[in-house]
Nanobody, 116 residues
Framework: QVQVVESGGGLAQPGGSLRLSCTAS????????MGWWRQAPGKDREFVAR???????DYGDSVKGRFAISRANGKNTVFLQMNDLKVEDTAVYLC??????????WGQGTQVTVTS
């Protein structure tokens, strides 16, 4: 059973930074895609960033230039470096991983709160 677990959320001030991590366990296969989504209260789930096995990355418009996604070499671990945080970045951040032959796996989420 593949499990995905996020960590690194917390409290930050506007203009501050946080780094999220996400790791999958329960498989020896490499994730073909790893990404982050977020959901704020009362809002739809929003795409944040993704990275493919070939290193390709893309980002949601609201985070371009501020967030950076990366992955640990040889591991099913993905990071999200979040800089210049804004109040509107406040949300539960969810990690999503794709594996060949399996439905996508989601983590439970980690809360990010940006407040002065």
């Amino acid at each position: 059973q593949v499990q995905v677990v996020e960590s690194g959320g917390g409290l930050a001030q506007p203009g501050g930074s946080l780094r999220l991590s996400c790791t999958a366990s329960g498989t020896t296969s490499s994730a073909t895609a790893m990404g982050w989504w977020r959901q704020a209260p009362g809002k739809d789930r929003e795409f944040v960033a993704r990275i493919l096995i070939n290193g390709y990355t893309d980002y949601g418009d609201s985070v371009k230039g501020r967030f950076a996604i990366s992955r640990a070499n040889g591991k099913n671990t993905v990071f999200l470096q979040m800089n210049d945080l804004k109040v509107e970045d406040t949300a539960v951040y969810l990690c999503k991983m794709g594996f060949t032959g399996l439905p996508p796996r989601w983590g439970q989420g980690t809360q990010v709160t940006v407040t002065s």
